[in-house]
């Protein structure tokens, strides 16, 4: 019998072990406690976007993805010119201004095409060579280029012109006005030249 009691007493404690291994594994599973760090992954905003905080270049209206304006567009322009020539200049000077309608910033660069059409032919303006700036116009702003052309002080009737064909630097697309100006002189190609400056010259000379 006393062999049995040990062995009783045996099961019991090994029984009492293994209820107390069950009961931590069941802690365990119901509480794990802290894993391993890791990374947290990047939440995502309502667009499906990543919401992380990064810093950028916000483009604004009318720019492309380095903030640069795009370049003006004809049907954007408001198109006018003026003479602007002093008595006693022995060149003449129009001011051809473009005034930026669009509703957005938009860059002008160079030169603008220059034709004159007379009752002779139509007569194309060479540029003067000058350095051509790049200017952002913001809406609503404005910037002159100078048409130089030789005055008519011969007494005659001279070369009427009938129009103005202006087209805007890196556009296809013509605007027509009148001529402000006076008649051209009768020459037979060795006289002064037509001439337009770039954007931003119209001041006397080009």
Request: charged share 20%.
């Given at each position: 019998?006393?062999?049995?009691?040990?062995t009783?007493?045996?099961?019991?404690?090994?029984?009492?072990l293994?209820?107390?291994?069950?009961?931590?594994?069941?802690?365990?599973?119901?509480?794990?406690g802290?894993?391993?760090?890791?990374?947290?992954?990047?939440?995502?905003?309502?667009?499906?976007?990543?919401?992380?905080?990064?810093?950028?270049?916000?483009?604004?209206?009318?720019?492309?993805?380095?903030?640069?304006?795009d370049?003006?567009?004809?049907?954007?322009l408001?198109?006018?010119?003026?003479?602007?020539?002093?008595?006693?200049?022995?060149?003449?000077?129009?001011?051809v201004?473009?005034?930026?309608?669009?509703?957005?910033?938009?860059?002008?660069?160079?030169?603008?095409?220059?034709?004159?059409?007379?009752d002779?032919?139509?007569?194309?303006?060479?540029?003067?060579?000058?350095?051509?700036?790049?200017?952002v116009?913001?809406?609503?702003?404005?910037?002159?280029?100078?048409?130089?052309h030789?005055?008519?002080d011969?007494?005659?009737?001279?070369?009427?012109?009938?129009?103005?064909?202006?087209?805007?630097?890196?556009?296809?697309?013509s605007?027509?006005?009148?001529?402000?100006?006076?008649?051209?002189?009768?020459t037979?190609?060795?006289?002064t030249?037509?001439?337009?400056?770039?954007?931003?010259?119209?001041?006397?000379?080009?």
């Amino acid at each position: 019998m006393r062999v049995n009691k040990l062995t009783i007493a045996a099961l019991a404690v090994v029984a009492g072990l293994s209820l107390t291994a069950c009961q931590n594994e069941e802690d365990v599973a119901a509480d794990p406690g802290p894993a391993a760090s890791s990374p947290a992954a990047p939440s995502a905003n309502g667009d499906g976007d990543t919401d992380q905080s990064q810093e950028g270049t916000v483009a604004g209206a009318g720019a492309d993805g380095g903030g640069k304006a795009d370049d003006c567009r004809t049907d954007e322009l408001e198109v006018t010119a003026t003479n602007v020539t002093i008595d006693g200049d022995t060149e003449g000077t129009v001011a051809v201004e473009f005034t930026n309608g669009g509703g957005r910033d938009c860059t002008l660069a160079g030169y603008a095409g220059v034709d004159l059409r007379t009752d002779a032919g139509t007569l194309s303006a060479e540029r003067t060579g000058e350095a051509a700036p790049s200017v952002v116009l913001e809406d609503g702003e404005a910037v002159s280029f100078a048409v130089v052309h030789p005055v008519n002080d011969s007494g005659g009737s001279g070369v009427r012109v009938t129009s103005l064909v202006v087209t805007p630097p890196n556009e296809t697309k013509s605007v027509t006005l009148d001529w402000p100006a006076a008649t051209l002189p009768v020459t037979d190609g060795s006289g002064t030249k037509v001439r337009v400056g770039p954007i931003g010259s119209a001041g006397q000379g080009g």
